[in-house]
Nanobody
């Protein structure tokens, strides 16, 4: 059974950091590009970052220099380190991957507010 399980979300103040994790099971994790998306209330889901199997990474312009995506294939986990958070980063964050990007996690809420 395929599962992507996100964790690490929460409520933080502007300027603080969070690290999201996404644990994968049920497919050959190391063979696929993994992505983090986010969706803010009333907005479309946005691609935040992606990491292919060969460890090159891409980021949305809005998070470049603040967010870092990484993966540990031995642990079948992808991470999103988020620094210098702003209220505009408030969203539900989703992990995505697998063949044809078919698999999604349930999402984890990140709220940035003073």
């Amino acid at each position: 059974q395929v599962q992507l399980v996100e964790s690490g979300g929460g409520l933080v103040q502007p300027g603080e950091s969070l690290r999201l994790s996404c644990a994968a099971s049920g497919f050959t994790f190391s063979s696929y590009v993994m992505r983090w998306y986010r969706q803010a209330p009333g907005k479309q889901r946005e691609l935040v970052a992606q990491i292919p199997s060969l460890d090159s990474t891409k980021y949305a312009d809005s998070v470049k220099g603040r967010f870092t995506i990484s993966r540990d294939n031995a642990k079948r986990t992808v991470y999103l380190q988020m620094n210098s958070l702003t209220p505009e980063d408030t969203a539900v964050y989703y992990c995505n991957g697998g063949p044809a990007y078919a698999y999604w996690g349930q999402g984890t809420q990140v709220t940035v507010s003073s």
